[in-house]
T-cell receptor, first 115, second 110 residues
Framework: DVKVTQSSRYLVKRTGEKVFLECVQD?????MFWYRQDPGLGLRLIYF???????EKGDIPEGYSVSREKKERFSLILESASTNQTSMYLC??????????????FGPGTRLTVL | AQRVTQPEKLLSVFKGAPVELKCNYS??????LFWYVQYSRQRLQLLLR??SRESIKGFTADLNKGETSFHLKKPFAQEEDSAMYYC????????????FGTGTKLQVIP
């Protein structure tokens, strides 16, 4: 059973704080993703990584950075949190293979509130 | 650029009625398409994928390249189908970037 875990379910931070969201997967997947999920906007890709130390910008990378030092771990960093980054953050992983079979496995999500 | 459009934010149907959740896409290559579902208080999970041509929980989806659509259908809605549904497109080459639609909330009325 694929497991994707996220370090926190709920997080409350203050404007300007540096925030770390951690994601760990245990299925040796090459690809990892960070999304934010907002009502009416669906899932929007922030960053993804297809290998250790490799990263690619998604559709809304501004205000975020990522780190992937180990294959199983993908961190999302908010350098200076702002109120418009209040959202549900979802991590996902998928194996590298035929695109039609690259099912994404999601974590439970972290609901971040920035005050 | 790849894009997925789900025109309905909310779809309400009566139990036993047919369901069709619409999905249209824009992609220059050969698309790989998926439907994901999120039940209340559960993780987002794969429902079905185009390439497998499968039926899961009574749901099917057909890729229509002429209309660039991948609508999700079920002949008879059940209360347990109430959930948030997302259509997703994966690029077929390169980094296999996945783009999700904005989602449709399906509400099945008893």
């Amino acid at each position: 059973d694929v497991k994707v875990t996220q370090s926190s379910r709920y997080l409350v931070k203050r404007t300007g704080e540096k925030v770390f969201l951690e994601c760990v997967q245990d299925m040796d997947h090459e690809n990892m993703f960070w999304y934010r999920q907002d009502p009416g906007l669906g899932l929007r890709l922030i960053y993804f990584s297809y290998d250790v130390k490799m990263k690619e910008k998604g559709d809304i990378p501004e205000g975020y950075s990522v780190s992937r030092e180990k294959k199983e771990r993908f961190s999302l960093i908010l350098e200076s949190a702002s109120t418009n980054q209040t959202s549900m953050y979802l991590c996902a992983s998928s194996p590298l293979g035929l695109a039609g079979y690259n099912e994404q496995f999601f974590g439970p999500g972290t609901r971040l509130t920035v005050l | 650029a790849q894009r997925v459009t789900q025109p309905e934010k909310l779809l309400s149907v009566f139990k036993g009625a047919p369901v069709e959740l619409k999905c249209n896409y824009s992609y220059s290559g050969s698309p790989e398409l998926f439907w994901y579902v999120q039940y209340s208080r559960q993780r987002l999970q794969l429902l079905l994928r185009h390439i497998s041509r499968e039926s899961i929980k009574g749901f099917t989806a057909d890729l229509n390249k002429g209309e660039t659509s991948f609508h999700l259908k079920k002949p008879f809605a059940q209360e347990e189908d109430s959930a948030m549904y997302y259509c997703a497109l994966s690029s077929s080459g390169g980094y296999q970037k996945v783009t999700f639609g904005t989602g449709t909330k399906l509400q099945v009325i008893p």
